[in-house]
């Protein structure tokens, strides 16, 4: 597929590269020469260019790009101004960054397919980990909903799924289990291996410390730290 | 039970996915000697593979501190530092 990332900050960068190492086709534009020049080896294309510059824009062909990508919410005008000139000139999706919920607001008025929050979202995930030792990963699904990876309740230790009556009970699907298999290396020193189911079956047994990957309503997450 | 004896049967629990009993083996033989640097190790590697990992991290830490030579502990540490 073929992207284009406007805007090489942190995060434009990061989504540069990301896409990149997956074997896309990634065209980066930013202002400033210096960010230009870090992500040039990384893209197939990496030019300076002021994208609030419709002409300039243009040359681009924005419509030919599978998505657009917004990555410039330090300044919020142009910002808008870029997203607003993206949608004209024919971007088939547009993803755009957001620093602020006013702006979030505006962008989504613009026709925004996809708004981020990373400073919000990160907060929030860093905050739950942070509060909760037994929480490893934390992903914001909707207002109502997360996806966490959470250490096994011992409760749940020696069961399989389907006795755990975790969905019933609890109100959680476990999507998947995560665990760290004990073996013996050629110096008689005990280590281990990472293992991951992904969709267990019901039959699956949980071992004390697996680490369960699971979606459920916040509260019943909250719940199930307190197991 | 003399030392060796204990960290066999440790190893043996902890390779049994039994690691209730693996943690009082090791806690058997830290009592007696506290800076036992294969009880600190394995207990690290049982709180790393039980997903404790802070307390992995002060076994690791505590291995290094009696012997900063050892090399599986100090992976494992700069492994659990980095997550």
Redesign the interface.
Known sequence: MQFLVIGIGRFGKAVAEALADAGHDVVAVDENEEAVLEVEVMVSQALVMDATNERALRTLGVGDFDAVIVATSQNIESSLLITMLAKELGAKKIVAKTSTLLQAKVLKRLGVDLVVYPEKEMGQRVAQILTS?RI?EFIELSPTHSLVEI?APEIFAGKTIKQTNARADYGVNIIGIKR?V???DENG????REETIIAPSPDEGI?????LIVIAKDENIEALKKL | MGTEDLLEEAKFELLAGRYDNAEKFLKRILKKEPKNIDALFNLGVLYEITHQDSRALECFNQVLEISPEHREAREHAENLAEL
Do not use: A, H, N
């Open positions: 030792p490893f250490v760290r004990p073996e013996m020193q005990v280590t281990y071992g004390s410390g697996d680490l």
